[in-house]
């Protein structure tokens, strides 16, 4: 069996028992234990809910590390008083909108440059009690039962930023090329005022139907911010330029 690190693989089809629920003594558990890691997509939809700017909501909710191992910055939920600071007593308080990885577990998944879907891993750990549990699921029938369908086309855009960097840049980028990159994947408010009031616009192709979607549209304006970045920093010919 294929495992990424102690994890088994699984396909689509494969099954699995789990069920979570506030009758287990395990309940909300992970929320404490694990570090929860947010994708730009996973951003826009908690901004959004809350009714914050991307920059207020970073500064509140949010810890920003480099990666080590793929020289990026990433975004994780910042624990207040040792928990995620939107669980409460009686559970998450943002359920409807939680991040994909909240939606996917016990599932894992890493994207993969030579699959489609990527790759599904089941996180099968012995403090969890909803294994337990006798409720049967298809690895398939979760991921559409947990409304990740939308998150996961967006959050595969952004993990083309990943393999572009590692192919095309595997030393690193600068100072500079770092800010760009957080700017324009996490802090979505500034990245659309530098689309809309620099010479951005003077220098790219874009109609006024996308100019004005991008302005309204907070998932438009990331897949441009993606698109801009592939073009900036890794050469991809994502953008066209004005003549």
Same mark, same amino acid.
């Given at each position: 069996? /294929?495992?990424? &690190?102690?994890?088994?693989?699984?396909? $689509? %089809?494969? !099954?699995?028992? @789990?069920?979570?629920? /506030?009758?287990?003594?395990?309940?909300?558990?992970?929320?404490?234990?694990?570090?929860?890691?947010?994708?730009?997509?996973?951003?826009?939809?908690? %901004?959004?809910?809350?009714? #914050?700017?991307?920059?207020? +909501?970073?500064?509140?909710?949010? =810890?920003?590390?480099?990666?080590?191992?793929?020289?990026?910055? #990433?975004?994780?939920? !910042?624990?207040?008083?040792?928990?995620?600071?939107? $669980?409460?007593?009686?559970?998450?308080?943002?359920?409807?909108?939680?991040?994909?990885?909240?939606?996917?577990?016990?599932? &894992?998944? *890493?994207f993969s440059a030579t699959r489609k879907e990527g790759v599904y891993f089941l996180l099968k750990e012995p403090e969890c009690l909803g294994f337990k549990e006798k409720k049967t699921w298809t690895v398939a029938h979760w991921?559409?039962?947990? &409304?990740?369908?939308?998150?996961? %086309?967006?959050?595969?855009?952004?993990?083309? $930023?990943?393999?572009?960097?590692?192919?095309?840049?595997?030393? &690193?980028?600068?100072?500079?090329?770092?800010?760009?990159? +957080? #700017?324009?994947?996490?802090?979505?408010? *500034?990245?659309?005022? +530098?689309?809309?009031?620099?010479? @951005?616009?003077?220098? @790219?192709?874009?109609? !006024?139907?996308?100019?004005?979607?991008?302005? %309204?549209?907070?998932?438009?304006?990331?897949? $441009? *911010? +993606? !698109?801009?970045? /592939?073009? *900036?920093? @890794?050469? =991809?010919?994502?953008?066209?330029?004005?003549?």
């Amino acid at each position: 069996m /294929k495992k990424i &690190g102690n994890w088994p693989v699984v396909s $689509l %089809k494969d !099954k699995f028992q @789990f069920s979570c629920h /506030k009758g287990l003594p395990c309940f909300t558990q992970c929320c404490l234990r694990l570090e929860i890691s947010l994708t730009p997509y996973d951003i826009v939809c908690l %901004k959004r809910v809350l009714n #914050m700017s991307s920059e207020d +909501f970073l500064e509140k909710y949010t =810890q920003i590390k480099i990666s080590e191992k793929i020289g990026l910055p #990433m975004v994780a939920l !910042k624990k207040i008083k040792g928990k995620c600071p939107f $669980l409460e007593n009686d559970g998450c308080q943002i359920y409807v909108h939680r991040p994909s990885v909240c939606r996917l577990y016990p599932l &894992g998944h *890493a994207f993969s440059a030579t699959r489609k879907e990527g790759v599904y891993f089941l996180l099968k750990e012995p403090e969890c009690l909803g294994f337990k549990e006798k409720k049967t699921w298809t690895v398939a029938h979760w991921i559409e039962s947990q &409304g990740l369908q939308g998150y996961q %086309k967006m959050n595969k855009d952004f993990s083309e $930023l990943i393999f572009l960097k590692t192919k095309f840049r595997p030393h &690193g980028l600068t100072t500079q090329e770092t800010k760009m990159f +957080f #700017m324009s994947c996490y802090n979505l408010d *500034a990245f659309k005022e +530098f689309v809309l009031k620099s010479s @951005f616009l003077q220098r @790219f192709i874009l109609t !006024k139907k996308e100019i004005k979607k991008i302005s %309204k549209d907070d998932e438009a304006l990331l897949q $441009l *911010a +993606f !698109k801009w970045l /592939k073009f *900036a920093l @890794f050469g =991809q010919p994502t953008l066209r330029c004005q003549r």
